[in-house]
Every structure is written in C-alpha cells, then in structure tokens.
C-alpha cells in the first residue's frame, strides 16, 4: 500500500491535471492525487453532452479524453510533483498490453509513487476500453500492471457492486495488487440512453456497504473507499467501516476545495 500523506485522496478524473485544484487549495494538503485514467495514446473522448445533473449526483460518460502517455510524463507529472501531494497515477486501456506497457513506463518515472488500475468503468465497452467484468480480464490485467511496476505499489479499483464486490477484491489482490479501491460509478445511463455511470451523494450508502462486504470477506486487505464523499462525516463513516483512507471526486466539481477542506477536519 502506498505511503499516504493523510487519509483523504483525490480520486481520478475529477482533479483534472491538479492545476484546477491547486488554484484554490495547495495539493500537498491531501493524502495523495490520483491523476485521471491515463492511456497509452491520446483520447479525444465520448460525443457531447457527457455529463447530466441528478437530483443527488451526477451522470456521466466522458469517454476518459486525456493527452496519452507522452504528454503526460513530459509536462503534468513534472508539475504535479513540483507540487509535493504523493502522485498515484490511475491507468486504463484497450488491451492487457496496453495497460502493461503504460505500467512499465511510469515505473520509470521520477516522483510517482503508486498505480492505480481503474477496472471500475461501466461504460467501458461503449468507449473502446477493456471490458474487465468477468474475474478472469481483471486478474489479467492487474498481473501484467503488477509484473510491470516494479517496486511501485498497484491499487485495483474494483466497482462498488454489492453483489461481487468481495469476489472482485479477492481476485485482483490474489493477482498481486497491494489494495483495493472501493468506488468510482454506479451503471446508469444518460437521458438519450447512452451507457454511464452514477457518481455523487447517490451512491453513498452503496459504496460504504462494499468496503463493509470488502472488509469482511480479507480483513487483511487495506481498502480505500470513495462514493459520494462530500463532508468529513461522510469521511468519518468509510473509515470507520474499516478503509484506510477515501477518495473525494464528484463533490471537486462543485467545490474544489473539498478534499482539502476535509483533509483539514479529519487532521
């Protein structure tokens, strides 16, 4: 498990490339930034609208747009940790390969100090992304990632699915990953009916039942949590369930400041 500054995270995607959020709060003051889901070559993302407000989250289907690896270790990381938060760079892709070659890469990278593998899209299929469902694609795709890492720790980011979620978590730490991630979205869809994923204050109490169910089923297995994190109770209640830290994502959209701010309450 990486060596946290706090138990409060930026999740992927919603930080942006950290410039955003560090405009308003400095980045050193949370556990750690996770960048958005980084690919091996530039995606320009889904059709608009990608996003839709809900009464009590957001939807979205963004397509992962982002600048490929390249551009990524040649100016945001540099950046990123000029600005001193531990920097867990978060990494999906198209095939098993994909994600073993962008692994071996960063593991060359001055300054990142973990990898996040997001196995937690529910529109993959739809965006040209690996459809890592079944048990079987998962653990594949955590193995390569881990045989590629080197030294650096992986964290599996596992869909917040009631049902799976324990099996989920049992087969990517059983392919090597050092933690798991409880989050990222519910399936949903947009108002054309496009596949989407459901984040925000919605999907709270959903996501706090997985790192239970997690928990449970390998008490050894550290767990971050995340799903709707918009206060330091809410923050308070995943650890208390037994993470050892949350992630804050949706709620930086509308506040920026918001990892940082319950980073300061919890200290």
Do not use: Y
Request: glycine share 12%.
């Amino acid at each position: 498990m990486i060596d946290l500054a706090g138990p409060v995270v930026v999740a992927a995607g919603c930080g942006g490339t950290g410039r955003e959020l560090a405009a308003l709060a400095a980045l050193d003051g949370v556990g750690a930034f996770t960048t958005r889901s980084l690919t091996l070559n530039a995606r320009t993302g889904g059709p608009a609208p990608r996003i839709a407000e809900t009464p009590a989250g957001l939807v979205h289907s963004t397509g992962l747009p982002g600048p490929g690896l390249e551009i990524f270790l040649a100016t945001e990381l540099p950046w990123l940790v000029q600005q001193q938060p531990r920097v867990v760079v978060s990494v999906t892709g198209a095939s098993v390969a994909e994600h073993a070659e962008v692994a071996r890469r960063l593991a060359q990278a001055p300054g990142v100090r973990g990898i996040e593998v997001n196995l937690a899209v529910p529109d993959a299929r739809a965006h040209g992304l690996l459809d890592v469902r079944e048990p079987f694609h998962a653990a594949n795709v955590v193995a390569a990632v881990v045989r590629e890492a080197q030294d650096l720790p992986v964290l599996a980011k596992v869909r917040a699915d009631v049902l799976r979620v324990a099996e989920s978590a049992r087969v990517v730490t059983d392919a090597g990953a050092a933690a798991v991630v409880v989050g990222g979205p519910q399936a949903a869809a947009l108002p054309d009916g496009r596949p989407a994923g459901l984040s925000g204050p919605a999907v709270l109490p959903l996501a706090l039942r997985c790192v239970t169910e997690v928990r449970a089923a390998l008490p050894g297995v550290p767990v971050v949590g995340g799903g709707g994190v918009t206060t330091p109770d809410d923050a308070r209640a995943f650890l208390a369930a037994g993470a050892v830290a949350v992630q804050v994502g949706t709620a930086l959209l509308h506040d920026p400041t918001t990892a940082a701010r319950i980073a300061a309450a919890l200290a």
